[in-house]
Structure formats: C-alpha cells, structure tokens
C-alpha cells in the first residue's frame, strides 16, 4: 500500500506542479483550506469541498486553494465525487505566498495539535513574517476538537486563531469559552438534490450500515438476519460517493452506526429512502429528535425495534414518506444553503457569532 501511495504521489506532485498559480502572485488575499493527505470521500471531506468552493465565490478578490495536510503523500484531484478542485499541496502554495498580505488557513480539527509541528522552519517564518495571518480550527467533529493545551503552539505562528463548527449543536457559548478562542457557526451545505429517486415499489429489501467501529453492530446484525431474513445487509465500503447514493436511494432504510446525525442518517431522506440513527445529544440540534420514529434512544431499542417499524413501513406507503419528509423539513430549517452561505459571508467579515467570556 505504501509503495502504491508513493507513486500515487510522485504522479500527483507532477500534475500539482503543472497547475497555474500565478493568481497567487497577484492576490492581496490567500485562503487555504487543508484537507486529509489521502484521497477519499466522506461527510467532513466534501463539507471542506463545499466551505472552498462558496469561499471563492464570496472572495472573488482572493486566491482560494485546497491542500493537502502536509506530508510525504499527496493527490491532485479527489475523482471519489464530483467536484472541480484542484488539489495542491501546501508547499508549493505557501513557497509563493511570500508577497500576500492577508493568509487564512482553516485547518481540520484532528490536525490542529500537529500542525505547528508538521510545518517546516521556514514555513513557520513565512507565517510569522506575514502582515495578517489567521488560523482556523474546522471542529466538524467536537469528539476529534483536541483540549486548548494542544494546540498552544499554534499561537507561536499568529495570535488570531479562531474555530468554526459544522453541528448547530455544539456552537455554543460554552464551547467557545472551554477552548478560548472565537467561535463560528459554519453549517454544512453538501448538495445531493441532483441524485436519482427510486419509487417505493421498486425499492430494494436492503438494509445499508455505516462503516463506523460500533460495539452494537452485531447485535443489529443478529436482529436483522433473525427477523427480516429476507433482507439483505451492505456495508458502505469502497465506493464512490455517486455509487453511494445510489446505494442508499435503492435501499429500503440506512442505518448510521457513527456520529447519528451524519450524512448516513441525513443524505438518505434526499433520495427519498429512510435514514435511522440512535439519538445522540452532542451532534442532534436538539431533544425533538426524540420523538421521530426514526430516532431511537439506544441501539438496544433499535434492535428491538428495527423489524416492527420497517414491517410496519413496508405496509404503510404514506407513513414512510411522511417520516422522511418530517426529518427532512426539520433538517433544511437548519442547515439551508442561504444560512450557510450568510454564516461563511459574516465569517469572513469577521462578525462572529460567540468570544470567550470569563
């Protein structure tokens, strides 16, 4: 796998150095979004995507750069969903920044205790000497936000580092004052309206997991093959994200194993398929998850669960939808494009929405 990756590499810093970055030398503006060395797809990835791609459009002054975390490896374009970016790494972006006088760079959550040691000498004098610098922290998952003492170095670069959350749940004035920097409220805006829709009789008699480390899974596992044994279990793996929507949008119900209010829970409500989760309070937006049918208060009473309600669901046509188009109203109230788009607007302004207090 590692000599497979090394080429893989060789061959995307070849394509890399072939991109034109000449907008840099002209800019007065550079944003940098880092994303994971390695190409693949999931939520947290394509919502950076996302943030990038609205990010030049609200900065059509900048010059706006996805990059890979530094490291060894490196690829030049995710072709694992559809997107238009060019993938850079952060080397050769920041070897012409010399010369800008505003950098931002938003720097994932799990990254942030090892960025300041993953940069070179001179990329951190680069970033020391620039006339503004700031350092974003992307929390898209509170459970990866490392403690404030972990990312102390990176206040050795700048003095302006702040956070942006993607769950409405945790944008919160405590969150803000436990890590001690500004907080914002990103949002999420992945657009899967453009997928296909199966009717409710050509659905498939098929059960889709998320591929999340769950101590329950064998426990559904067992229910299913016990009490709906004319179903069919798959594990999204493998796949790209189109091939994964089309999974979901043919499957009778999606199952998230991980985070609970993830795209596993929420994407397949857009293709008209239902999504279920166990109710999880650090990443719902709030307790009147609770009484959806498709919200359960423990893998325990999933499993107890699951086969009356996709029973009941298979005999009922107007519940099922009416299930998955409550989930989904509730859902857009919250993460709508225009709010999305608002929040990274006022970002940028710098109106953010808490500071620490005390």
Request: net charge positive.
């Amino acid at each position: 796998m590692s000599f497979s990756r090394r080429i893989n590499s060789l061959v995307s810093r070849w394509r890399q150095s072939r991109y034109d970055l000449t907008e840099i030398d002209r800019a007065n503006k550079l944003i940098i979004f880092i994303v994971p060395f390695v190409e693949e797809v999931n939520g947290g990835v394509m919502s950076i995507f996302s943030l990038c791609e609205n990010s030049r459009r609200i900065n059509p002054e900048a010059a706006v750069f996805l990059c890979t975390e530094p490291n060894k490896y490196t690829y030049a374009v995710n072709r694992k969903f559809l997107n238009q970016e060019k993938v850079c790494n952060l080397k050769q972006i920041l070897d012409r920044a010399g010369k800008v006088e505003e950098l931002i760079i938003h720097v994932p959550e799990y990254l942030a205790a090892k960025f300041y040691r993953r940069l070179t000498p001179g990329q951190r004098q680069l970033l020391q000497k620039l006339p503004s610098v700031q350092i974003n922290i992307l929390n898209q998952n509170i459970e990866l936000m490392p403690p404030r003492q972990a990312f102390d170095d990176l206040f050795h670069l700048t003095s302006n580092i702040t956070q942006t959350t993607a769950h409405d749940r945790y944008a919160t004035q405590e969150v803000c004052n436990r890590f001690g920097i500004p907080l914002h409220h990103f949002s999420v805006s992945i657009d899967v309206s453009k997928y296909k829709k199966y009717p409710f009789n050509t659905k498939e008699k098929l059960v889709v997991l998320s591929p999340d480390d769950n101590p329950h899974r064998q426990e559904i596992l067992n229910v299913i093959s016990r009490e709906l044994p004319d179903y069919r279990v798959q594990t999204v793996q493998g796949i790209t994200f189109e091939q994964f929507m089309d999974l979901i949008a043919r499957a009778f119900v999606v199952i998230s194993f991980g985070e609970g209010y993830d795209g596993y829970f929420v994407q397949p409500w857009y293709v008209d398929t239902m999504g279920l989760a166990v109710y999880n309070e650090k990443f719902f937006p709030g307790p009147e998850w609770r009484s959806f049918a498709n919200v359960y208060a423990s893998f325990s009473e999933l499993g107890r669960r699951l086969a009356v309600d996709i029973r009941r669901w298979e005999q009922n046509k107007n519940l099922y939808y009416q299930t998955i188009e409550r989930s989904r109203n509730l859902n857009n109230t919250i993460y709508s494009y225009d709010t999305f788009l608002d929040n990274l607007r006022r970002f940028y302004n710098r109106q953010y929405d808490f500071y620490p207090q005390g």
